[in-house]
DNA sequence: CCAAAAGTGTTCCGTCTACACCCATGG
DNA sequence: CCATGGGTGTAGACGGAACACTTTTGG
């Protein structure tokens, strides 16, 4: 048997979060868990994880990338299950509250997560690490905001991800030397009085010359 | 059915290279092959894995590394098989020869690898990836080398594992800071007239400060 | 007019890079 | 005595970190 489980990220209040929910069949009813399922015979397991992502969220063409594969023999207190790990990368304005509901899905900030079912911990644990990682060197924070968004938002979610302040000036800088990150003439005033100008991230542009670095 | 393959590193000749051998069973009978093995009922991914290695060199206590899972439906020509994929660092030094003329294996240059079996060749790219990356900043070359080794061989290594000339007086400084990596009284006159120090990697004092950039 | 967030450059310091010569030894 | 690989320091360039004030506008 071999299930998918996933890390679903989330950016909101300037926090990192993660969905989680209260797991629905025995073993271990009632418990936090990730939300999983299991790899049909006529489906990748990239496919199955995708599949999981969309009967939750309704969402599809998500970001999703392997963190591993847990397969110590006990680790479900079931029956013998092999299970890998993905975490995605979802605009949390996208996800239909009525689905959130009906599922009974919560986001919990990634530095208080609770208990959680089996291994799950330690998938969260080591998808956080690995995401860390991966934002500082590839364009992959966006994906966790909206379209357009402005700089202070994208500068409190690498905050987030990061754990620890960043200095406003030095990071405005890094972003204007990826020209990808494209100001646009639209302003989002609903943060300040002032408004603050919006930004797009401009795939095909970073595509010809992707070097990324916060 | 899940099954693991190994990606088997050393380092000879001043060549990181990859341990291969021709399939044994149909489908694919005499392809070029990574090892691999299915996984036991009762015995964790984790040490399927181990065992693996185990059967074909017979080492033990060998550092092993999730590369991925990779579980495309129809990846494997015979049956459904999802395979989870794992690098190891060995010392050749160590490798009984007669278990490698047992098996037909070969170590060939990672630069010249052949077409091999299934997906086989897409794990060894990850792997190298993803060992490039680790090999910059975690202490883990020195599985590659003997207990004893001369600062040439290391700088070799890394040479050979990044690809790319290092400047000699820039490595050793690195090294100097370094105080885990110890100088012994021996000297290594193999391969100099003049003979080279030989250095050992002391992992406690590595671990009381574990920094390590190259 | 003031509170609250947006926006903007320069200096300093530490790190990385480039670079060339002497040493020890076996044959 | 010479060929071969071992071993050593410095200066300049570059990139990252620290740092404070002005702007805009809704209420």
């Avoid at 599949?51 to 990338?65: D, P």
């Avoid at 110590?72 to 092999?82: A, F, K």
Wanted: glycine letters at 8%.
């Amino acid at each position: 048997m071999v299930s998918v489980d996933c890390i679903i990220f989330g950016f909101d209040q300037n926090k990192l979060k993660v969905l989680i929910g209260r797991r629905q069949m025995d073993p271990g009813r009632g418990e936090w868990s990730l939300y999983g399922g299991f790899v049909g015979a006529d489906e990748s397991v990239n496919d199955a994880a995708a599949r999981t992502l969309y009967e939750l969220t309704g969402m599809r063409h998500v970001y999703m990338q392997q963190v591993g594969t847990f397969g110590d023999v006990n680790r479900d207190p079931g029956e013998r299950v092999i299970s890998v790990a993905y975490y995605a990368l979802i605009n949390v304005g996208d996800y239909d509250e009525r689905l959130m509901h009906e599922y009974g899905a919560e986001w919990v900030d990634v530095s208080f997560i609770p208990l959680l079912y089996s291994d799950h911990n330690t998938m969260v644990q080591k998808a956080i690490e690995i995401m860390r990682q991966k934002i500082r060197t590839k364009p992959i924070g966006f994906r966790l905001l909206p379209p357009l968004f402005t700089l202070t938002q994208l500068q409190h979610l690498h905050e987030a991800v990061q754990g620890g302040e960043i200095d406003k000036r030095n990071f405005r800088k890094r972003i204007k030397e990826m020209g990808y990150i494209e100001k646009t003439e639209l302003v989002d005033k609903t943060h300040s009085r002032r408004g603050a100008a919006l930004y797009r991230f401009n795939k095909k542009a970073y595509n010809e010359d992707p070097n990324f670095k916060l």
